[in-house]
């Protein structure tokens, strides 16, 4: 499925998802052939984006085998790379960096309101512009190689954490605190030196210390806004962890906020996949492996398998290097083991759950 805004939609298209009003009243349901009455009374409700089933419209689906057939020999990641699609997401989402360190410095020097609606507002057009919850990730995991900073990773984990709410199945109000949780949780950041942030090598434990308060200075800043609960819980305890070994209250299970709870698992994801200043990215497999190993122990176990369970299924098609060296292609996600799929290496199959020793190294 597809995320589509409503003034995108097409007669013949089907809903993917049932259809909810801003106060959450069932607008249309699930499986709804989109008619010309239909595509009014949801543009009639102000919602603003559906799921569509993909290919459902009909004139899409002849446009789609029109067009020139994708060349398979070059790697997926290449070609994502290489599409109109990821330089206009690359260069809207670097802009929208810039403006939400504008706009997150401004709250933390002026005492005006901050407005969720029109913060939340570029995370959307992303969304919209990486082709919904099911492209989201082919833009992100080619994105990584860059290094990016404190807002890049806001933004990240802004469209992440309303992925992981998308396929939590919440509501759109949800999802939306959710999206503004992601956008906020980091901005004590803005009054950390920036000689700590930027540093190239690891942190003392005095610089450490120092860096932890990122918290609870945060939440110094918008604890009297007129926003959400969650979003300034999330701001507070986005590094507690559920077996109490988190900071700064090692708070552990149902004491830590549910949004909190999706905002860690993005935040997470997005810190070990992304280039640092002192270190190179983690492959995504190694980062599932981590959170299968031991994460059910540290994350709330629905958000954390809904999360792994859809994610490796966004690398089918990658390309990956083995520890062999081997190349080959991702073909088939094994559910008992998110982290070991099947992979293709020219006309053979390696079942990487059965192969000891051997494991993605990079998806290239
Ligand atoms: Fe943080």
Redesign the pocket.
Known sequence: MKLVTASNLKIGMVLASNVYSLDDQLVMKKGTVLDEDSIQKIKSFSVYNVFIEEGSNKSEVSQSHEGPLPDLTIPYSQRIKESPEFATFKADIEKNADALKNKLQYIVNSDIPVNIDSLIDPVYTLLEEAGGTSGIFDMLNNLHIYNDEVYMHSLNVALIGNTIARWMRLKESQIEIVTAAGLL??I??TLMPEDLLNKNVPLTEYEEKIMRT??TRGYEIIKDQKIDEHIKNSVIM??ERLDGSGYPFRLSGNRIDEVAKIIMVA?VYDDLTSMRNNRKPLCPFKVIEAFEDEGLRKYDPDVLMTFLSHIVNTFIANRVRLSNGLEGDIVFINPDHLSKPLVKVKDKYIDLNQSDNLFIEEII
Request: charged content about 20%; aromatic content about 0%.
């Open positions: 949780h980091d004590g950041k990122h918290v986005h590094h935040n």
